[in-house]
């Protein structure tokens, strides 16, 4: 049976080792796009696709299967490699109490598929992608500033001399702006920290930041992973290119694939925590509990 969470931890370790940092792809404008539904890919397979395009040169966001090229009047060119994504299917099945009262109880499984850039295709007719609105003439400021207006209760902003996020205070401290080498690079840090503050126990709750996660734990470095996906996705939404915001990935890389070899479900676990965080800044979604605790600062 195939392994499907080493597999995917297996592709992402190996874009590391190489010096790609998938979750720091700027996706230019556009993230990976399922070919036939124009729907953007999530979580994980955003990673696993913008990775791949990264390491191979991929212009194109489209990303469609084998069968899928061929209906289309196409074909895979001969000797090209494919990419897998990842599917979570679910069911449920009868379970038995000690009384003898059946009941439907939910079970999950992974599924993966092997799909193909258009640039690896032949035939297959071209498609224009609906980037997103960054004409230079926008205020960037203003820009991703909207990204982040509908979150619900956002912490306080503080000018300070670090990045952090303080849980006990519900503060996010960072650098004025001038102090950044781009406005950009600033943005880059507030969303990082930003990701970090929904792990509050008010909002979403994450074990990583309610409990004051040692500095170089497994749990640490599993929150800081998390923030790095998030941060680069929101950099995405706001057409900003964090790519070149890489000036201590050198020590994050290591503790990184410490966390991807030491637990093979880390790698989707962070992408969905990463997916919610992002989806509770822009969407304004509520979760629908609320712990108390007293955590340390999160960097």
């Known amino acids: 049976m195939v392994d499907i969470n080493q ?21 230019t404008g556009c993230f990976p796009t399922n070919y036939d539904s124009g729907k953007e ?18 212009k194109s966001p489209y990303w469609l299967t084998y069968n899928q090229a061929k209906k289309h009047g196409g074909y895979v060119k001969a000797g090209e490699r494919s990419s897998i994504i990842v599917w979570k299917e679910s069911g449920y099945y009868k379970s038995k109490g000690e009384d003898g009262t059946e ?10 598929f092997r799909v193909f ?5 032949q035939g297959v007719p071209e498609k224009t992608p609906n980037t997103w609105n960054t004409d230079i003439d926008q205020d960037v400021v203003r820009r991703c500033e909207a990204v982040i207006r509908n979150m619900p209760t956002p912490p306080r902003l503080a000018i300070g001399q670090e990045a ?13 702006i001038e102090y ?18 929904t792990g509050a126990a008010h909002r979403l709750n994450r074990p990583g930041v309610v409990d004051g996660a040692r500095f170089g734990s497994h749990k ?10 998030g941060s680069a996705y929101l950099c995405a939404r706001a057409g900003i290119d964090c790519h070149e915001i890489t000036e201590n ?4 890389v290591g503790s990184w694939l410490r966390v991807l070899k030491a637990d093979k479900t880390a790698l989707l676990r962070a992408a969905g925590k990463s997916s919610a965080a992002v989806d509770y800044i822009i969407t304004g979604k509520i979760p629908m509990h609320a712990c108390q605790a007293t955590p340390m600062a999160i960097a």
């Open 103 to 112: 009941t439907l109880k939910p079970y999950f499984y992974m599924k993966y």
């Open 180 to 197: 950044f080498k781009s406005t950009e690079a600033y943005y880059s840090t507030k969303y990082h920290e930003l990701i970090h503050s």
């Open 220 to 229: 640490y470095s599993f929150e800081e992973l998390t923030a790095e996906m």
């Open 7 to 27: 597999m995917v931890t297996d592709k992402i370790c190996e874009l590391l080792e190489h010096g790609v940092i998938p979750w720091r792809r700027p996706w």
């Open 117 to 121: 850039n258009l640039e690896q295709c």
């Open 164 to 176: 952090a996020y303080h849980p006990r205070t519900d503060i996010l401290e960072i650098p004025a």
């Open 249 to 252: 990935s050198a020590a994050y």
């Open 41 to 58: 890919y999530q979580g994980i397979n955003t990673l696993m696709l913008g990775g791949a395009a990264l390491a191979e040169g991929y």
